[in-house]
């Protein structure tokens, strides 16, 4: 199957979500989830349409991003972010999607500084870790309430929204509550930004899932297989 196929199939299913949302969102960003794929993969995408692409690792971001300026992608870093990469995406990126702690929010401002005054405040979302899994990054919704203004006091970020990965499962429903849980936490954070026309991404969903992210109120879903096909590394 084409990736024009998939993404015929992708966004029927978008529209007849949004169409079951209790919430409807006025519009729902498809980000294609690039790791792993190939230019040729990532341009024909873009051809169709698709113009925001997630990568999970800097040194993909970084080899890409320049090799595709012809177009009009905008890359996503959705992957845990290492410090010394920080400098390195910025100049590429639309927005850094997986801040999960004040630290490295911290570094972004300051970097983003060092690199150019003039430059627009970066765009971020705060990963927010539903299941308390180990394993996985983000913070607690609790911390994240905690924090929240220590997160908007920053000069040089903008505080945009909320992405999360929840505990993986083969049945899509058992996602239901955690997305449940995550547009109850964006919807409680809004009246507390100080610019709520800045919180706007409720980043969730990916390939098995997304219809049950958007049926909760996304207005983000990141797609990688269900696009692209499984990454040729598989």
Known sequence: MSIHERLKIIREKMEAAQKRSKHPPEHVTLMGASKGQSLNSIRSATELGVLDMGENYAQDLIAKAPLCLDTKVRWHFIGRLQSNKIKHIIPYVTSIGSVDSLELAEKIMRIRESLDAARPPVPILLQVNLGNERQKA??????????????????????????????QSKDAEKTRVHYRAMKELFDRLKPRH?????????????????????????????????????????
């Open 138 to 167: 983000g913070l607690p919704p609790q911390i994240i309430e905690s924090l929240f203004d220590s997160f908007l006091e920053m000069s040089g970020i903008r505080v945009a929204g909320l992405m999360c990965i929840p505990p």
């Open 194 to 234: 100080r610019n709520s026309k800045d919180w706007q991404v409720l980043s969730m969903g990916m390939s098995a899932d997304y219809e049950v992210a958007i049926e909760e109120g996304s207005n983000c879903i990141r797609i990688g297989e269900a696009l692209f096909g499984p990454r040729p590394s598989e």
